[in-house]
């Protein structure tokens, strides 16, 4: 149920990074680009303050395309298409093999949200060096979107592998069904 709230969360999530940087680096004139290990600022620029909502628009973009890639491979040519329990997943019909996907689904646009967010993070951070506000990037911030992209991922697999073990038992009783 979580899940078609996804793409809504994922166009919020990019729409604010936009607002984010229109109203902080665009105000100034110069802005660190490169921040080293520890988050230092080592490089500035006055590239323009478009250009980090840019790559992540980018980003954003790839993830979709992936998603829209991988669902027509799910149903085309699913051998082409790695998760979980393959061999079960290729079995099942493509009506039951779309439905155990969309946890996979959820995965990527999961990702693309916690990518805008750290995109986000990365904004407000830089505009808070370039003021003098901060010495350096929130290492901190960073670390807590990581750790939740991290658990995503185990869950989104749990929840993938669930999805394409009750498909399998669907199929399994609706054959064992039919021959009675």
Request: overall charge positive; hydrophobic content about 55%; proline content about 5%.
């Amino acid at each position: 149920m979580f899940q078609r709230f996804l793409p809504i969360l994922l166009a919020i999530a990019h729409l604010a990074l936009w607002v984010a940087a229109f109203m902080t680096i665009r105000t100034l004139e110069l802005y660190p680009d490169h921040f080293d290990i520890a988050g230092k600022p080592d490089s500035w620029t006055d590239l323009g303050w478009w250009f980090l909502p840019s790559i992540a628009l980018g980003m954003t973009l790839l993830f979709i395309g992936a998603l829209l890639l991988s669902r027509r491979l799910a149903e085309t040519s699913p051998q082409w298409v790695n998760l979980p329990r393959k061999q079960d997943w290729l079995k099942l019909p493509v009506d039951a093999r779309l439905r155990a996907f969309k946890p996979a689904e959820g995965l990527l646009l999961g990702f693309a949200v916690f990518m805008n967010l750290t995109f986000i993070s990365i904004t407000l951070d830089t505009y808070a060096v370039a003021t003098g506000a901060q010495p350096s990037l929130s290492l901190a911030k960073l670390v807590v979107v990581l750790v939740c992209m991290a658990v995503w991922l185990v869950l989104s697999i749990i929840r993938i592998r669930q999805a394409i073990g009750d498909e399998v038992r669907a199929a399994r009783m609706a054959a064992s069904a039919s021959d009675v």
